[in-house]
């Protein structure tokens, strides 16, 4: 049963909290406004906001579903955060093996980190491994992420503040694209999304796109709603296939 509204996941699972911002990307950052409204809520967890820690009590919550899941790991922090003790993700990742019929969905900023514990270790078949490229300073994340062995990889252009340009998409089985959203967005130009989605299709990439967030296709600011996501007459919804 899908229980967030993240449009390409179905649940999300928290292991861990809080983040600090990286690049450009993080400046307007959707889960450090959500997890300040969650401390004043107070909810258990949040009582530092957006402060990085781990959160030990949350481990086991994969191992209580049964169904096949698609599971967006720490959509509130990065996994792969300065201060995430390897000990720690070595917990995470004996969760994911011991739940084989979820898939687990990981995006990160930090390749680097990222690259850095996976070196030695070999990837569950049940994770997608992604990095986030939100204009074209970023794309040596893409870089970083094909030297890692894993059976889907995935880009998010999202938020799109920028051109990304061209893209050797090699490896790479799925993007996920879409605008900023939120009273302070930058503007998302269409344009920057087609020249996405035609090299996706191109190189025989799945393509899904999120949202235009707060600025529309006709570069109208209005509500992340009524700006919805249609691309090029469609919804474009389409998933990596599995062998």
Known sequence: MKTTKIEWTERVWNPSIGC????PGCKFCYA????KRLKAMGVPGYEEGFKFKILPQRLQEPLKIKKPTKFFVNSMSDL??????FEYLDEIFEIIRKTPQHIYQILTKRDKIMFEYFHDKQMPENVWL???VENATFKYRIDTLKHIEAKIRFISFEPLIGPVGELDLSGIHWAIVGGESGKRARPVKQH???EIFHQCRAQNVAFFFKQWGAWGADAVKRS???N?????????NEYPFII
């Open 20 to 23: 600090d911002k990286v690049s």
């Open 32 to 35: 450090e406004s959500f997890a």
């Open 80 to 85: 792969f955060h300065e201060k995430m003790p």
């Open 130 to 132: 992604g990095v986030t």
């Open 192 to 194: 920057w999304v087609e």
């Open 224 to 226: 992340k709603k009524k």
């Open 228 to 236: 919805g996501r249609i691309f090029l007459g469609k919804e474009w």
